[in-house]
């Protein structure tokens, strides 16, 4: 049996927090694993106004703020949010054009 070489290493991504399954992350957290991710850097108070912004649409739970002043985000349920919010604007826009096409 031949030696297959090493797999090549992947950088390490930023670890998001788990507590009773739910994913937490402060916003730099967040910001380093969205860099690492996608290799784009964010600027983290722009990031952090998207997040409230988010938050108040109730796409994600800000659950605190660390003793460095920093807000503490639950992610849990973000993405089924964030995409029930997708799915039914691409439904409205689909239901919008197919009313606006002639003979319907």
């Known amino acids: 049996m031949t030696e297959r070489p090493p797999s090549p290493t992947l950088p390490a991504s930023p670890a998001l927090e788990t507590d009773d399954d739910r994913v937490l992350a402060t916003t730099s957290q ?15 108070a722009t990031l952090e106004a998207v997040l409230l912004e988010l938050d ?35 439904v409205e826009r689909v239901h919008c054009w197919l009313a606006s096409k002639p003979g319907r």
């Open 30 to 44: 967040l910001a380093a694993r969205i860099e690492a991710t996608v290799d784009c850097q964010l600027d983290e």
């Open 56 to 90: 108040r649409g109730g796409y994600v739970d800000w659950t605190t703020v660390t003793r460095d002043g920093e807000y503490r985000w639950d992610l849990t349920e973000s993405p089924e949010r964030i995409g029930a919010a997708v799915a039914a604007a691409v």
